[in-house]
């Protein structure tokens, strides 16, 4: 019985040193991530993050029945992401090999340059963008903190790659995710286009790629 309690003891030992270990060299990693400075990119978090807001059009605009409609089809919501708060990763996913499913060779070629590793976010660039009724604080994944203050005390986090864009950049991709809890959230492969009636980013469609 002695015996036992003593494997016991030292397998949990062991355990919590690689949890501490991986979790300083994520940390230290996060800490040397490049800024993302690119502001097209920002405009397109934006249009994922708040889609009814980027798709709306001034009321006092005519449109034609054809561009209503279009408008109309546009306004897209991610169930299980979309909404007015978030606490957000300052860091960016790093993954790459995206499916490209409506998409062009290229498209999927950016998506992968882009995402070889994690950017960290900035407040500057993507904070602006946010509508009035709408909250975005950038959290620290890994220390589980939040490093800017606001009123969502949840743990949740969503987490966003960078985007993909085609040749002309009027088409991009990327993925987001939502974690709950380390059992419940969602994630969904994004494809988008700008808009040459209102010059925003809007959502065209998307895949549900992830459950947990």
């Known amino acids: 019985m002695a015996k036992l309690l003593l494997y016991c003891s030292l397998y949990a030992l062991a355990?919590?040193?690689?949890?501490?270990?991986?979790?300083?060299?994520s940390s230290h990693a996060a800490e040397n991530a490049p800024l993302l400075t690119d502001a097209e990119e920002y405009a397109v978090f934006a249009a994922v993050l708040f889609p009814m807001e980027q798709t709306s059009i001034d009321p006092n605009t005519k449109l034609d029945p054809q561009q209503k409609a279009y408008s109309d089809a546009h306004s897209m919501k991610l169930d299980g992401i979309t909404g007015n708060n978030y606490r957000l990763s300052r860091f960016t996913i790093d993954e790459t090999n995206k499916p490209d499913k409506g998409s062009d060779q290229g498209m999927t070629a950016d998506y992968n340059r882009r995402n070889q590793q994690a950017f960290r976010l900035d407040e500057k660039?993507?904070?602006?963008?946010?509508?009035?009724?709408?909250?975005?604080?950038?959290?620290?994944?890994?220390?589980?903190?939040?490093?800017?203050?606001?009123?969502?005390?949840?743990?949740?986090?969503?987490?966003?790659?960078?985007?993909?864009?085609?040749?002309?950049?009027?088409?991009?991709?990327?993925?987001?995710?939502h974690v709950a809890d380390p059992e419940m959230g969602v994630g969904y492969q994004v494809y988008l286009e700008k808009s040459s009636l209102t010059g925003t980013w809007m959502i065209i469609g998307f895949d549900l790629n992830r459950r947990y």
């Open 15 to 25: 355990l919590i040193m690689f949890c501490v270990g991986g979790a300083l060299t």
């Open 125 to 177: 660039r993507l904070l602006p963008l946010i509508p009035k009724k709408g909250m975005v604080i950038l959290v620290d994944p890994v220390e589980k903190k939040i490093l800017e203050k606001g009123i969502i005390s949840s743990s949740e986090t969503t987490y966003i790659s960078r985007p993909g864009f085609n040749q002309d950049m009027t088409q991009a991709i990327l993925q987001i995710n």
